[in-house]
T-cell receptor, first 114, second 111 residues
Framework: GAGVSQSPSNKVTEKGKDVELRCDPISGHTALYWYRQSLGQGLEFLIYFQGNSAPDKSGLPSDRFSAERTGGSVSTLTIQRTQQEDSAVYLC????????????FGEGSRLTVL | DAKTTQPNSMESNEEEPVHLPCNHSTISGTDYIHWYRQLPSQGPEYVIHGLTSNVNNRMASLAIAEDRKSSTLILHRATLRDAAVYYCILRDEGGSEKLVFGKGTKLTVNP
């Protein structure tokens, strides 16, 4: 497709389980970003990739959160030992230049931790 | 990242112009002013950005004060589809690549 694709769109998991969220950026976009948005809240930056490198991981809330990007394309955000406070919509965005290029966001993955 | 200040909410009537203000008194010379909006249950989408001069595109216009300490996003004729949260964001040309989203302005459009 032409846009940023995220999967799954919805994920319900039990506390303590690990989850993986996937992002397929727009083809050719070198920069990729992960954000999360808790219910009724603003967007919280998590991590930024330029190619396969992550020069800014400052927003990852704990060492339970990790992300990787392979082949300069697909990225996976992994949350280990999920907690109820991890429940949120996880949004991925990509951009062409990584500098002032327009960010294109996906529809997000809604994570619910029971 | 320099901070922006926006009203929490605004209301408009359909087919009328909307002026969404943003204050950024600590803006630096290399900060670009970006606007994004987030429709209900969707990811944010880019609206417009500028540095010093006023900018126009198919979605909106961006009016930047001469001292760059404030800017205004102008929707020329609001439609119901324009109801969204609008975010004004400063992005340093030479700094971090991330966008830092504040709370934005929730725009309600009345039919």
């Amino acid at each position: 497709g032409a846009g940023v694709s995220q999967s799954p769109s919805n994920k319900v998991t039990e506390k303590g389980k690990d989850v993986e969220l996937r992002c397929d950026p727009i083809s050719g976009h070198t920069a990729l970003y992960w954000y999360r948005q808790s219910l009724g809240q603003g967007l919280e930056f998590l991590i930024y990739f330029q190619g396969n490198s992550a020069p800014d991981k400052s927003g990852l809330p704990s060492d339970r959160f990790s992300a990787e990007r392979t082949g300069g394309s697909v990225s996976t955000l992994t949350i280990q030992r999920t907690q109820q406070e991890d429940s949120a919509v996880y949004l991925c965005a990509s951009s062409f230049t990584g500098g002032h290029g327009e960010l294109f966001f996906g529809e997000g993955s809604r994570l619910t931790v029971l | 990242d320099a901070k922006t200040t926006q009203p929490n909410s605004m209301e408009s009537n359909e087919e009328e112009p909307v002026h969404l203000p943003c204050n950024h008194s600590t803006i630096s010379g290399t900060d670009y002013i970006h606007w994004y909006r987030q429709l209900p249950s969707q990811g944010p989408e880019y609206v417009i950005h500028g540095l010093t001069s006023n900018v126009n595109n198919r979605m909106a216009s961006l009016a930047i004060a001469e001292d760059r300490k404030s800017s205004t996003l102008i929707l020329h004729r609001a439609t119901l589809r324009d109801a969204a949260v609008y975010y004004c964001i400063l992005r340093d040309e030479g700094g971090s690549e991330k966008l830092v989203f504040g709370k934005g302005t929730k725009l309600t459009v009345n039919p």
